[in-house]
């Protein structure tokens, strides 16, 4: 797939089937979020989590639900990656270093015919619960910020307002 397809092909998943990934395309979709631009080339600041574990996946599935009661804010997904950040050398790039990622990482998915979302609800889950943030072995400091679904659609999602532009551009030339 070219870059431009990938980039269409990728839109946002809410029901997974139970198949797992393989494991050659989960390090191929982490490889793509650790060439993401980061601000400052601050990498150490970063830290990317893999979660497979089926109880820590319900755990997670549980405390983020709580915001919103009879929710499924992990939406099924067999594989869920959590991004941590430190406080960076450089003030509140923190979100806008994870967009890059995770944008990085569900174009790569798309490419690989992985389906994926990117999860508000699970990060605040993750970082209102101190014993996930131990079974996740953040370091002292981390915090996570923005997590993303990885798996196999369940039914046809088709993308939001299909693949025409979505955003007003205004050209000044
Ligand atoms: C930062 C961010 C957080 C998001 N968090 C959630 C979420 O917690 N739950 C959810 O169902 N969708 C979430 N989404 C997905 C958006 O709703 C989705 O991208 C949007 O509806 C456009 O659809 P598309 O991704 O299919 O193009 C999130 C998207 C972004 C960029």
Known sequence: MNTLDAIKARRSVRGFTDKQISDADLETILFAGGQAAVGGADFKSLKLYAVQDPELLKAINET???????????????????LASSKSILENIEFTNAGCIIQNMMVAAADLGIDSIYLWMAMYGINGDPELIKRLGFPEGFTCVGTMALGYAAKEFPKVRGNEQRIEVTYIK
């Open 64 to 82: 983020s639900a709580k915001r919103r009661p009879g929710s499924d804010p992990l939406y099924g997904a067999p594989t869920l990656v959590v």
